[in-house]
């Protein structure tokens, strides 16, 4: 089984833009582990959002890991802009990248931690050769490319495979969810073997709820049901 600690990765494409600075100081205070940042390139997810403008600007205001996520076509062609930028891990997407083995030797080369994400469709075959190269396996929930999307139950099931495979070849590698994460969805992907939990619209960003209250919901819905 995966015996990572349970951490709150909070999206900051969901975060309110016009308040960055107060977000940061609630997300600190409210012990979240780590700022996940969707970078979108219009061309491997119909959308465009972040850059490495945003990440550089906030890297001197938190001492938070920076998770930043590549959604993009040819990611080894952004690697070095956000490793300058200040992030603390890079997450490419097997679907959009040639030569992953190269990839993962120029994140490490940078001194950063290497995690690789797929989206639902995709099957575990496609991170198998690398597990034990990477820090993380990033499993969308949702199609990447929008926030606010259905949660895809079949991703539980994905989550677990992936669990027993880290189980039985004795690794060490955080299994992180993005897609509709809230205390509905995260009782069964802790269970499945899920650790990180990427908050945004539907789990930490919440009108009328503190970022604190929300972290708190979060931890607590993963705790309840962890398989560690």
Not at 20 to 43: C, Q, S, T, W, Y
Not at 124 to 133: E, F, N
């Amino acid at each position: 089984m995966n015996s990572q600690r349970i951490k709150i990765s909070a999206s900051m494409m969901c975060a309110d833009f016009s308040h960055l600075d107060n977000v940061l100081l609630e997300l600190k205070r409210a012990n979240v582990d780590a700022l996940h940042f969707d970078i979108m390139d219009g061309h491997f997810v119909p959308n465009i959002a972040l850059g490495p403008d945003l990440v550089r600007s906030l890297r001197n205001k938190t001492d938070l890991l920076f998770d930043t996520h590549l959604m993009v076509q040819n990611p080894d062609n952004y690697f070095d802009m956000f490793a300058e930028a200040g992030s603390d891990i890079l997450v490419f997407h097997a679907e959009a990248c040639t030569h992953p083995f190269r990839a993962i030797q120029r994140i490490r080369a940078y001194g950063l931690k290497a995690g690789i994400a797929i989206n639902p469709a995709t099957p575990l075959s496609a991170v198998d050769y690398v597990l034990d190269q990477i820090d993380m396996v990033l499993i969308m929930t949702v199609e990447p490319g929008f926030a606010g999307q259905d949660f895809i139950s079949s991703m539980v099931h994905k989550v677990r495979t992936l669990r027993d495979i880290i189980f039985q070849r004795k690794l060490k590698i955080d299994i992180e969810v993005d897609g509709h994460i809230n205390k509905r969805t995260i009782p069964d992907l802790a269970g499945a073997g899920a650790n990180v939990f990427v908050g945004g619209s539907s789990g930490l960003f919440i009108p009328g709820l503190s970022i604190a209250e929300a972290v708190k919901i979060m931890r607590d819905s993963a705790l309840s049901n962890y398989s560690c």
